[in-house]
């Protein structure tokens, strides 16, 4: 069983950054591929980005070159950092683990069996 904790959400400008975190507590073997995905009001859930336990990362064509995810594996944190910021990026953001290597296509949820609670990203 793995258990996430996510961080960082917040309230910035447009054009600001803002850094996500994700505390993820279980064994290596449950949590293969790490991802965030997020979703705003009366849209679909969108993965954002996902990193394999390799250190290979993916992302959404929405946030190729402004979003960049991390793996601090000796502190058990995946880091989402978030920069230059626009009002369509605000959603709720959910951090995800998956026990199998990360979607080499597009990112869903299908492969992520554990999920965190979210953290609220508002940009105006």
């Known amino acids: 069983h793995v258990q996430l904790v996510e961080s960082g959400g917040g309230s910035v400008e447009a054009g600001g950054s803002l850094r996500l975190s994700c505390g993820v507590d279980?064994?290596?073997?449950?949590?293969?591929?790490m991802g965030w995905f997020r979703q705003a009001p009366g849209k679909e859930r969108e993965g954002v980005a996902a990193?394999?336990?390799?250190?290979?990362?993916r992302y959404a064509e929405s946030v190729m070159g402004r979003f960049t995810i991390s793996n601090d594996i000796a502190k058990n944190i995946v880091y989402l950092q978030m920069t230059a910021l626009k009002a369509e990026d605000t959603a709720q953001y959910v951090c995800?683990?998956?026990?199998?290597?990360?979607?080499?296509?597009?990112?869903?949820?299908?492969?992520?069996?554990?999920w965190g609670q979210g953290t609220q990203v508002t940009v105006s």
């Open positions: 995800a683990a998956s026990p199998l290597s990360c979607p080499r296509a597009e990112i869903t949820g299908r492969r992520f069996k554990y």
């Open positions: 279980g064994p290596p073997y449950s949590r293969v591929c």
């Open positions: 990193i394999d336990s390799d250190g290979t990362a």
